[in-house]
């Protein structure tokens, strides 16, 4: 079991480019979770997926992000533009629905200047 | 979900056992009590969960109290990589199963 596959680990961008996340879950689990950390507001949950479909997306800061989860294996966060008030390490979570014993990722650490 | 506290940091001698409290006077029937650890620079970590009943695994024991209001988790022989933020989550399985982090306390084992 290779975990929850976060890629890139570390993404460096300027201002107003776009930037995308990428998330492979634990194979069999079929909820996906985004979370964002900063050292001011902590871990803060951005968006979670059931079966591929968006349920709760009232973390997502603006309509500069969004996510998706095209299939079971796969899902992307995608910020565009992205502003320096997004720089923060983005998780990816897996688990199977209805346990909260998460799985999470190593993170993207973005930086955007 | 019910709302937990935390002590925000906690010190512990290496090879001691680290005993990390939690309250969570307003948990209800159905509610779990989750904890997680985030080791610096790392995703946070599973580490156990419980109802009522004490819990057990390879990592800690949670012991839950009577009336549920509060709990610890122990750590029976801390060591310098038990260093991490631990976090205490109580919240209702099968019910959209987001999980809220708080502050937490930040463990520090000492050598």
């Known amino acids: 079991d290779a975990g929850v596959i976060q890629s890139p680990r570390h993404e460096v961008t300027e201002m107003g480019q776009e930037v995308t996340l990428r998330c492979k879950p634990i194979s069999g689990h079929n909820s996906l979770f985004w979370y964002r950390q900063t050292m001011m507001r902590g871990l803060e949950l951005l968006i979670y997926?059931?079966?591929?479909?968006?349920?709760?997306d009232s973390g997502m800061p603006e309509d500069r992000f969004s996510a998706k989860m095209p299939n079971a294996s796969f899902s992307t966060l995608k910020i565009q533009p992205s502003e320096p008030r997004d720089s923060a390490v983005y998780f990816c979570a897996s688990s199977r629905q209805g346990f909260s014993g998460y799985t999470f990722g190593s993170g993207t650490r973005l930086t955007v200047v | 979900d019910a709302k937990t506290t935390q002590p925000p940091s906690m010190d512990c001698a290496e090879g001691r056992a680290a005993n990390l409290p939690c309250n969570h006077s307003?948990?209800?029937?159905?509610?779990?009590v989750y904890w997680y650890r985030q080791i610096h620079s790392q995703g946070p970590q599973y580490i156990i969960h419980g109802l009522k009943n004490n819990e057990t695994n390879e990592m800690a024991s949670l012991i839950i109290t009577e009336d549920r209001k509060s709990s610890t988790l122990i750590l029976p022989h801390a060591t310098l990589r038990d260093t991490a933020v631990y976090y205490c989550i109580v919240r209702v399985d099968n019910a959209g199963n987001m999980l809220t982090f708080g502050g937490g306390t930040r463990l520090m084992v000492k050598p």
């Open positions: 307003t948990i209800s029937g159905n509610e779990y």
């Open positions: 997926f059931n079966n591929n479909v968006p349920i709760d």
